[in-house]
Protein backbone atom coordinates (compact mmCIF):
# COMPACT_ATOMS: atom_id res chain seq x y z
CA UNK A 1 0.00 0.00 0.00
CA UNK A 2 1.54 3.29 -0.79
CA UNK A 3 1.47 6.16 1.55
CA UNK A 4 2.15 8.98 -1.08
CA UNK A 5 -1.21 7.24 -3.12
CA UNK A 6 -3.84 5.95 -0.06
CA UNK A 7 -2.19 8.22 2.43
CA UNK A 8 -4.38 12.02 2.32
CA UNK A 9 -7.58 9.36 1.28
CA UNK A 10 -7.28 7.30 3.72
CA UNK A 11 -6.66 10.24 6.32
CA UNK A 12 -9.51 12.04 5.25
CA UNK A 13 -11.46 9.51 5.92
CA UNK A 14 -10.62 8.67 9.38
CA UNK A 15 -10.59 12.68 9.80
CA UNK A 16 -14.47 12.62 8.60
CA UNK A 17 -15.35 9.86 10.39
CA UNK A 18 -14.17 10.68 13.30
CA UNK A 19 -16.37 14.49 13.20
CA UNK A 20 -19.42 12.59 12.16
CA UNK A 21 -18.84 10.21 15.47
CA UNK A 22 -18.21 13.00 17.47
CA UNK A 23 -21.44 14.72 16.49
CA UNK A 24 -23.52 11.53 17.22
CA UNK A 25 -22.22 11.58 20.58
CA UNK A 26 -22.91 15.08 20.75
CA UNK A 27 -26.63 14.38 20.15
CA UNK A 28 -26.94 11.12 22.31
CA UNK A 29 -24.75 11.87 24.84
CA UNK A 30 -26.25 16.04 26.39
CA UNK A 31 -25.02 15.10 29.42
CA UNK A 32 -21.65 14.33 31.04
CA UNK A 33 -21.38 10.59 31.49
CA UNK A 34 -19.24 8.27 33.44
CA UNK A 35 -16.10 10.02 34.37
CA UNK A 36 -16.84 13.47 32.68
CA UNK A 37 -18.93 14.78 35.52
CA UNK A 38 -15.51 14.99 37.22
CA UNK A 39 -13.52 16.66 34.29
CA UNK A 40 -16.08 18.89 32.60
CA UNK A 41 -16.65 20.73 35.98
CA UNK A 42 -12.88 20.87 36.70
CA UNK A 43 -12.46 22.22 32.70
CA UNK A 44 -15.11 24.92 33.47
CA UNK A 45 -13.55 26.20 36.39
CA UNK A 46 -10.15 26.33 34.65
CA UNK A 47 -11.91 28.56 31.70
CA UNK A 48 -13.11 30.30 34.37
CA UNK A 49 -9.91 31.25 35.28
CA UNK A 50 -10.96 29.30 38.85
CA UNK A 51 -7.12 27.90 39.27
CA UNK A 52 -7.56 27.26 43.20
CA UNK A 53 -10.77 24.55 42.31
CA UNK A 54 -9.84 21.10 42.49
CA UNK A 55 -12.52 18.28 42.47
CA UNK A 56 -10.78 15.65 45.61
CA UNK A 57 -12.17 13.01 43.44
CA UNK A 58 -10.34 13.53 40.62
CA UNK A 59 -7.35 11.63 40.84
CA UNK A 60 -4.77 12.65 37.63
CA UNK A 61 -2.88 16.32 36.94
CA UNK A 62 -5.06 18.76 35.08
CA UNK A 63 -2.77 18.72 31.69
CA UNK A 64 -6.57 17.91 29.54
CA UNK A 65 -7.90 21.34 31.20
CA UNK A 66 -4.85 22.78 30.37
CA UNK A 67 -4.88 21.48 26.51
CA UNK A 68 -8.46 22.48 26.43
CA UNK A 69 -8.00 26.05 27.94
CA UNK A 70 -4.89 26.28 25.31
CA UNK A 71 -7.60 25.53 22.23
CA UNK A 72 -10.48 28.17 23.97
CA UNK A 73 -7.61 30.81 23.68
CA UNK A 74 -6.56 29.78 20.36
CA UNK A 75 -10.06 29.08 18.75
CA UNK A 76 -12.02 30.84 20.96
CA UNK A 77 -14.31 27.71 22.43
CA UNK A 78 -16.69 27.83 24.56
CA UNK A 79 -16.17 25.30 27.21
CA UNK A 80 -19.66 23.68 27.38
CA UNK A 81 -19.43 19.10 26.99
CA UNK A 82 -19.80 19.62 23.23
CA UNK A 83 -16.65 21.72 22.69
CA UNK A 84 -14.92 20.29 25.50
CA UNK A 85 -15.07 16.55 23.75
CA UNK A 86 -13.79 18.37 20.85
CA UNK A 87 -10.10 18.44 22.86
CA UNK A 88 -9.52 14.65 22.74
CA UNK A 89 -11.26 14.24 19.13
CA UNK A 90 -8.44 16.60 18.18
CA UNK A 91 -5.90 14.46 20.24
CA UNK A 92 -7.35 11.37 18.13
CA UNK A 93 -6.86 13.21 14.39
CA UNK A 94 -3.19 14.11 15.46
CA UNK A 95 -2.80 10.39 16.11
CA UNK A 96 -2.13 9.31 12.72
CA UNK A 97 0.50 11.54 12.31
CA UNK A 98 2.50 10.78 15.82
CA UNK A 99 2.43 7.10 14.92
CA UNK A 100 3.88 7.93 11.35
CA UNK A 101 7.04 8.80 12.54
CA UNK A 102 7.05 5.97 15.21
CA UNK A 103 6.15 3.44 12.78
CA UNK A 104 8.83 4.92 9.77
CA UNK A 105 11.23 4.86 12.86
CA UNK A 106 11.20 1.32 13.58
CA UNK A 107 11.01 0.47 9.79
CA UNK A 108 14.06 2.58 9.80
CA UNK A 109 12.36 4.48 6.49
CA UNK A 110 12.24 8.20 5.51
CA UNK A 111 8.28 9.61 6.91
CA UNK A 112 6.76 11.32 4.31
CA UNK A 113 8.03 14.93 3.31
CA UNK A 114 4.69 16.56 4.52
CA UNK A 115 3.45 16.23 7.90
CA UNK A 116 -0.16 16.36 6.99
CA UNK A 117 0.07 13.06 5.21
CA UNK A 118 0.34 10.32 7.77
CA UNK A 119 1.16 6.60 6.21
CA UNK A 120 -2.24 4.21 5.67
CA UNK A 121 -1.11 2.09 8.56
CA UNK A 122 -0.32 5.01 11.19
CA UNK A 123 -4.48 6.11 10.40
CA UNK A 124 -5.73 2.29 11.26
CA UNK A 125 -3.41 1.91 13.76
CA UNK A 126 -4.74 5.06 15.58
CA UNK A 127 -8.37 3.47 15.11
CA UNK A 128 -7.40 0.88 17.81
CA UNK A 129 -10.79 0.73 19.12
CA UNK A 130 -9.30 1.82 22.85
CA UNK A 131 -8.21 4.80 21.31
CA UNK A 132 -10.96 5.37 19.06
CA UNK A 133 -13.98 5.25 21.62
CA UNK A 134 -12.30 7.33 24.05
CA UNK A 135 -11.35 9.78 21.19
CA UNK A 136 -15.14 10.93 21.86
CA UNK A 137 -15.44 11.75 25.70
CA UNK A 138 -13.73 14.25 27.99
CA UNK A 139 -10.95 11.83 29.02
CA UNK A 140 -7.39 12.36 29.41
CA UNK A 141 -6.48 8.70 27.42
CA UNK A 142 -5.72 10.01 24.00
CA UNK A 143 -3.62 13.24 24.70
CA UNK A 144 -1.96 11.29 27.03
CA UNK A 145 -1.51 8.26 24.50
CA UNK A 146 -0.57 11.63 21.76
CA UNK A 147 2.18 12.91 23.95
CA UNK A 148 4.04 9.67 25.23
CA UNK A 149 4.21 8.59 21.37
CA UNK A 150 6.06 12.03 20.68
CA UNK A 151 7.96 11.80 23.70
CA UNK A 152 9.09 8.33 22.47
CA UNK A 153 9.77 9.88 18.69
CA UNK A 154 11.71 12.86 19.72
CA UNK A 155 13.94 10.71 21.65
CA UNK A 156 14.93 8.20 18.56
CA UNK A 157 15.65 10.93 16.90
CA UNK A 158 18.34 12.47 19.52
CA UNK A 159 16.41 15.22 20.52
CA UNK A 160 16.56 14.25 24.03
CA UNK A 161 15.52 18.03 25.81
CA UNK A 162 12.64 18.03 23.17
CA UNK A 163 11.63 14.58 24.05
CA UNK A 164 11.68 15.26 28.50
CA UNK A 165 9.76 18.30 28.06
CA UNK A 166 7.14 16.47 25.94
CA UNK A 167 7.46 13.32 28.69
CA UNK A 168 7.02 16.20 31.50
CA UNK A 169 3.83 17.47 29.48
CA UNK A 170 2.63 13.79 29.00
CA UNK A 171 2.98 13.87 32.98
CA UNK A 172 -0.07 15.83 33.35
CA UNK A 173 -2.45 14.18 31.60
CA UNK A 174 -1.63 10.64 33.78
CA UNK A 175 1.01 10.17 36.14
CA UNK A 176 2.27 6.60 35.07
CA UNK A 177 3.58 8.24 31.87
CA UNK A 178 7.29 8.86 33.68
CA UNK A 179 7.57 5.32 32.97
CA UNK A 180 7.16 5.68 29.60
CA UNK A 181 9.34 8.55 29.76
CA UNK A 182 12.15 6.38 30.88
CA UNK A 183 11.25 4.11 28.29
CA UNK A 184 11.68 6.34 25.31
CA UNK A 185 14.91 7.01 26.90
CA UNK A 186 15.84 3.42 26.62
CA UNK A 187 14.75 3.17 23.89
CA UNK A 188 16.74 5.45 21.91
CA UNK A 189 19.56 3.97 23.74
CA UNK A 190 19.56 0.47 22.73
CA UNK A 191 19.05 1.38 18.99
CA UNK A 192 21.70 3.71 18.87
CA UNK A 193 23.71 1.24 20.51
CA UNK A 194 22.68 -1.71 17.64
CA UNK A 195 23.19 0.97 14.72
CA UNK A 196 27.19 2.15 16.47
CA UNK A 197 29.06 2.74 13.27
CA UNK A 198 31.99 0.16 12.69
CA UNK A 199 34.43 2.91 13.33
CA UNK A 200 33.36 3.86 16.42
CA UNK A 201 35.68 3.70 18.95
CA UNK A 202 35.21 2.35 22.96
CA UNK A 203 33.79 -0.32 24.20
CA UNK A 204 29.99 -2.08 22.61
CA UNK A 205 26.83 -2.99 24.25
CA UNK A 206 26.20 -7.37 23.88
CA UNK A 207 22.70 -7.61 21.83
CA UNK A 208 22.28 -10.58 20.12
CA UNK A 209 19.48 -10.92 17.62
CA UNK A 210 16.42 -11.74 19.39
CA UNK A 211 15.14 -15.19 17.60
CA UNK A 212 18.62 -16.75 18.74
CA UNK A 213 19.68 -15.03 21.69
CA UNK A 214 19.84 -17.38 25.05
CA UNK A 215 19.93 -16.54 28.50
CA UNK A 216 23.64 -16.39 28.81
CA UNK A 217 23.06 -13.64 26.32
CA UNK A 218 20.81 -11.79 28.74
CA UNK A 219 23.33 -11.91 31.26
CA UNK A 220 26.33 -10.85 29.13
CA UNK A 221 24.01 -8.35 28.11
CA UNK A 222 23.52 -6.60 31.86
CA UNK A 223 27.42 -7.11 32.26
CA UNK A 224 28.02 -5.30 29.24
CA UNK A 225 25.89 -1.98 30.59
CA UNK A 226 28.48 -0.48 32.73
CA UNK A 227 30.93 -0.56 30.12
CA UNK A 228 29.02 1.94 27.73
CA UNK A 229 27.61 4.11 30.67
CA UNK A 230 30.15 6.91 30.04
CA UNK A 231 28.56 7.03 25.88
CA UNK A 232 24.26 6.81 27.46
CA UNK A 233 24.65 8.78 30.38
CA UNK A 234 24.94 12.62 28.78
CA UNK A 235 21.82 11.68 27.30
CA UNK A 236 20.00 10.68 30.11
CA UNK A 237 20.60 14.17 31.74
CA UNK A 238 17.58 15.63 30.71
CA UNK A 239 15.10 12.86 31.56
CA UNK A 240 16.81 12.84 35.36
CA UNK A 241 15.25 16.06 35.48
CA UNK A 242 11.90 14.80 34.96
CA UNK A 243 12.99 11.97 36.94
CA UNK A 244 13.57 14.15 39.89
CA UNK A 245 10.72 16.62 39.46
CA UNK A 246 8.56 13.85 39.37
CA UNK A 247 10.33 12.34 42.86
CA UNK A 248 9.77 15.73 44.04
CA UNK A 249 5.76 15.66 43.26
CA UNK A 250 5.28 12.23 44.30
CA UNK A 251 6.99 13.64 48.42
CA UNK A 252 5.19 16.75 48.21
CA UNK A 253 1.58 15.26 47.41
CA UNK A 254 2.45 11.95 49.92
CA UNK A 255 1.72 9.23 47.16
CA UNK A 256 1.59 8.91 42.83
CA UNK A 257 -2.72 9.59 43.14
CA UNK A 258 -3.76 12.73 43.31
CA UNK A 259 -7.39 13.44 45.24
CA UNK A 260 -9.10 10.26 46.35
CA UNK A 261 -6.68 8.27 47.18
CA UNK A 262 -8.87 5.27 48.86
CA UNK A 263 -10.24 4.09 45.85
CA UNK A 264 -6.71 4.18 44.17
CA UNK A 265 -4.54 2.05 46.22
CA UNK A 266 -1.98 0.40 44.66
CA UNK A 267 -1.96 -3.64 45.10
CA UNK A 268 0.25 -6.05 43.48
CA UNK A 269 -1.89 -7.46 40.92
CA UNK A 270 0.59 -9.83 38.65
CA UNK A 271 -2.37 -11.63 36.40
CA UNK A 272 -2.77 -7.91 35.09
CA UNK A 273 -0.08 -9.07 32.53
CA UNK A 274 -2.00 -11.92 31.44
CA UNK A 275 -4.83 -10.01 30.78
CA UNK A 276 -2.57 -7.45 28.77
CA UNK A 277 -1.24 -10.00 26.65
CA UNK A 278 -4.40 -12.09 26.26
CA UNK A 279 -6.07 -8.81 24.90
CA UNK A 280 -3.33 -7.67 23.13
CA UNK A 281 -3.31 -11.12 21.34
CA UNK A 282 -7.40 -10.68 20.78
CA UNK A 283 -7.34 -7.02 19.43
CA UNK A 284 -3.97 -7.28 17.70
CA UNK A 285 -4.15 -11.06 15.73
CA UNK A 286 -4.24 -9.23 12.08
CA UNK A 287 -0.98 -7.92 12.35
CA UNK A 288 0.54 -11.03 14.67
CA UNK A 289 -0.75 -13.56 11.74
CA UNK A 290 -0.27 -11.30 8.62
CA UNK A 291 3.19 -11.51 7.46
CA UNK A 292 5.53 -12.76 4.30
CA UNK A 293 5.95 -16.46 6.07
CA UNK A 294 2.25 -17.06 7.30
CA UNK A 295 1.23 -18.34 10.28
CA UNK A 296 2.48 -21.71 10.12
CA UNK A 297 6.02 -21.06 10.32
CA UNK A 298 5.06 -18.91 13.29
CA UNK A 299 3.00 -21.41 14.72
CA UNK A 300 6.20 -23.62 14.48
CA UNK A 301 8.29 -21.38 16.31
CA UNK A 302 6.33 -21.01 18.99
CA UNK A 303 5.64 -24.94 19.63
CA UNK A 304 9.30 -24.95 19.87
CA UNK A 305 9.52 -22.33 21.99
CA UNK A 306 7.47 -24.35 24.53
CA UNK A 307 8.14 -27.76 23.84
CA UNK A 308 11.07 -27.91 21.15
CA UNK A 309 13.56 -29.39 23.92
CA UNK A 310 13.82 -30.99 27.22
CA UNK A 311 14.76 -27.58 28.60
CA UNK A 312 12.05 -25.30 26.87
CA UNK A 313 9.70 -28.22 27.97
CA UNK A 314 11.02 -27.87 31.54
CA UNK A 315 10.67 -24.02 31.29
CA UNK A 316 7.49 -23.80 30.04
CA UNK A 317 6.39 -26.01 33.34
CA UNK A 318 8.08 -24.25 35.29
CA UNK A 319 6.44 -21.00 34.12
CA UNK A 320 3.06 -22.75 34.61
CA UNK A 321 3.42 -23.20 37.44
CA UNK A 322 4.62 -19.72 38.90
CA UNK A 323 1.62 -18.47 36.93
CA UNK A 324 -0.68 -20.98 38.31
CA UNK A 325 0.57 -20.30 41.78
CA UNK A 326 0.46 -15.92 41.15
CA UNK A 327 -3.27 -16.37 39.79
CA UNK A 328 -4.10 -18.16 43.17
CA UNK A 329 -2.30 -15.83 45.20
CA UNK A 330 -2.57 -11.91 43.16
CA UNK A 331 -6.01 -12.17 41.75
CA UNK A 332 -8.05 -9.21 42.67
CA UNK A 333 -11.99 -9.07 42.31
CA UNK A 334 -12.02 -5.95 42.53
CA UNK A 335 -15.57 -4.15 43.92
CA UNK A 336 -15.33 -1.63 40.95
CA UNK A 337 -15.34 -4.63 38.24
CA UNK A 338 -18.04 -6.47 40.27
CA UNK A 339 -20.36 -3.75 40.76
CA UNK A 340 -20.19 -1.51 37.49
CA UNK A 341 -22.24 -3.43 34.94
CA UNK A 342 -21.95 -0.66 32.16
CA UNK A 343 -18.39 -1.92 31.23
CA UNK A 344 -17.86 -4.84 29.20
CA UNK A 345 -14.95 -6.04 31.48
CA UNK A 346 -18.31 -6.82 34.25
CA UNK A 347 -18.86 -9.32 31.43
CA UNK A 348 -15.93 -11.06 30.68
CA UNK A 349 -14.64 -11.62 34.35
CA UNK A 350 -18.21 -12.73 34.98
CA UNK A 351 -18.84 -14.75 32.05
CA UNK A 352 -15.35 -16.26 31.69
CA UNK A 353 -12.92 -15.94 34.08
CA UNK A 354 -15.73 -16.56 37.15
CA UNK A 355 -17.73 -19.59 34.95
CA UNK A 356 -15.47 -22.01 36.62
CA UNK A 357 -12.69 -21.67 39.62
CA UNK A 358 -10.23 -23.70 36.70
CA UNK A 359 -10.87 -21.40 33.75
CA UNK A 360 -8.07 -18.99 35.29
CA UNK A 361 -5.33 -21.60 35.38
CA UNK A 362 -6.33 -23.46 32.02
CA UNK A 363 -5.70 -20.27 29.97
CA UNK A 364 -2.05 -20.22 30.96
CA UNK A 365 -0.87 -22.00 28.00
CA UNK A 366 -3.10 -19.35 26.09
CA UNK A 367 -0.89 -16.72 28.06
CA UNK A 368 2.32 -18.46 26.93
CA UNK A 369 1.81 -19.31 24.09
CA UNK A 370 0.25 -15.52 23.23
CA UNK A 371 3.39 -13.90 24.63
CA UNK A 372 5.97 -16.27 22.36
CA UNK A 373 4.02 -15.59 19.39
CA UNK A 374 4.82 -11.74 19.93
CA UNK A 375 8.34 -12.19 21.31
CA UNK A 376 8.88 -14.08 17.43
CA UNK A 377 6.83 -12.09 15.60
CA UNK A 378 8.76 -8.37 17.01
CA UNK A 379 11.80 -10.14 17.51
CA UNK A 380 12.58 -10.76 13.29
CA UNK A 381 14.19 -7.70 13.08
CA UNK A 382 15.31 -6.89 16.61
CA UNK A 383 17.52 -7.41 19.28
CA UNK A 384 17.12 -9.25 22.75
CA UNK A 385 16.76 -5.74 24.29
CA UNK A 386 14.72 -4.14 22.02
CA UNK A 387 12.54 -7.17 22.27
CA UNK A 388 12.68 -7.06 26.35
CA UNK A 389 12.49 -3.36 26.42
CA UNK A 390 8.65 -3.26 26.36
CA UNK A 391 7.94 -5.99 28.77
CA UNK A 392 10.45 -4.48 31.22
CA UNK A 393 8.52 -0.79 30.94
CA UNK A 394 4.94 -2.06 31.14
CA UNK A 395 5.40 -4.58 34.24
CA UNK A 396 5.43 -1.27 36.50
CA UNK A 397 2.43 0.13 35.22
CA UNK A 398 0.17 -2.65 34.97
CA UNK A 399 1.69 -4.32 38.35
CA UNK A 400 0.18 -1.88 41.17
CA UNK A 401 -3.20 -1.22 39.20
CA UNK A 402 -5.67 -3.44 40.77
CA UNK A 403 -8.89 -3.07 38.26
CA UNK A 404 -9.02 -4.86 35.33
CA UNK A 405 -9.77 -1.84 32.73
CA UNK A 406 -8.52 -1.84 28.85
CA UNK A 407 -7.47 1.79 28.81
CA UNK A 408 -4.61 0.70 30.52
CA UNK A 409 -3.54 -1.02 27.83
CA UNK A 410 -3.72 1.55 25.52
CA UNK A 411 -0.46 2.97 25.24
CA UNK A 412 1.40 -0.50 25.88
CA UNK A 413 -0.61 -2.18 22.88
CA UNK A 414 0.41 0.92 20.69
CA UNK A 415 3.90 0.98 21.50
CA UNK A 416 3.78 -3.09 20.84
CA UNK A 417 2.29 -2.93 17.48
CA UNK A 418 4.30 -0.19 16.35
CA UNK A 419 7.39 -3.20 16.57
CA UNK A 420 5.67 -4.99 13.99
CA UNK A 421 7.15 -3.01 10.61
CA UNK A 422 6.29 -5.86 8.27
CA UNK A 423 2.76 -6.23 8.27
CA UNK A 424 1.74 -6.61 4.32
CA UNK A 425 -0.75 -4.14 2.66
CA UNK A 426 -3.91 -6.78 2.59
CA UNK A 427 -3.34 -7.16 6.77
CA UNK A 428 -3.14 -3.41 7.68
CA UNK A 429 -6.42 -3.41 5.61
CA UNK A 430 -7.83 -6.66 7.79
CA UNK A 431 -6.40 -4.71 10.32
CA UNK A 432 -8.41 -1.85 10.08
CA UNK A 433 -11.49 -3.52 9.11
CA UNK A 434 -11.07 -5.39 12.20
CA UNK A 435 -11.04 -2.42 14.22
CA UNK A 436 -13.74 -1.11 12.42
CA UNK A 437 -16.23 -3.21 13.18
CA UNK A 438 -15.25 -3.14 16.62
CA UNK A 439 -15.82 0.61 16.52
CA UNK A 440 -19.18 0.58 14.75
CA UNK A 441 -20.09 -2.52 17.30
CA UNK A 442 -19.25 -0.47 20.51
CA UNK A 443 -20.22 2.73 19.15
CA UNK A 444 -24.05 1.65 18.09
CA UNK A 445 -24.39 -0.25 21.75
CA UNK A 446 -23.11 3.23 23.10
CA UNK A 447 -25.38 5.10 21.48
CA UNK A 448 -27.98 3.31 20.39
CA UNK A 449 -28.91 0.37 22.41
CA UNK A 450 -32.21 0.03 24.80
CA UNK A 451 -30.43 -0.30 28.46
CA UNK A 452 -33.75 -0.43 30.28
CA UNK A 453 -32.19 0.78 33.28
CA UNK A 454 -28.83 -0.05 33.04
CA UNK A 455 -26.35 3.05 31.83
CA UNK A 456 -24.48 2.87 28.33
CA UNK A 457 -22.43 0.46 27.59
CA UNK A 458 -18.89 1.24 27.51
CA UNK A 459 -15.13 -0.08 27.66
Not at 255 to 276: C, E, M, R, T, W
Not at 391 to 407: I, Q, S
Request: proline share 8%.
Amino acid sequence: MSSTSFGPTVYLAFFGSAALVLKAVNEAVTQPYMDEPFHVPQAQAYCAQNYSYWDPKITTPPGLYVLSLVLKRIFLFKCNLSMLRLTPMLALVALPIALTRLLCYHKRERPPPSLTVPIPEAVVLAAFPIAWFFGFLYYTEVPSLVFVVLTVVAATQGKHWTAALLGVASCTFRQTNIIWVLYAYATSQVMKQRFRRADEAGPRLHDAPALTASPTDLLRSIASVPRVLPQILPPFVPYSIVLAAFAAFVVWNGGIVLGDKSNHVPAFHIPQLYYFVGFTTLMGWPALLANKDGVLPLARGVWHKMFGSKRNIISTCVASFLMALSIHKFTIHHPFLLADNRHYTFYVWKRVFMLHPLVPYLLIPGYIACAWAWYIRIGRDQTLLQNLLLPVFVAPTLLPTPLLEPRYFLVPYILLRAQVIDVPSWGVVVEGLWYAAINAATMWVFLYKEREGVGRFMW
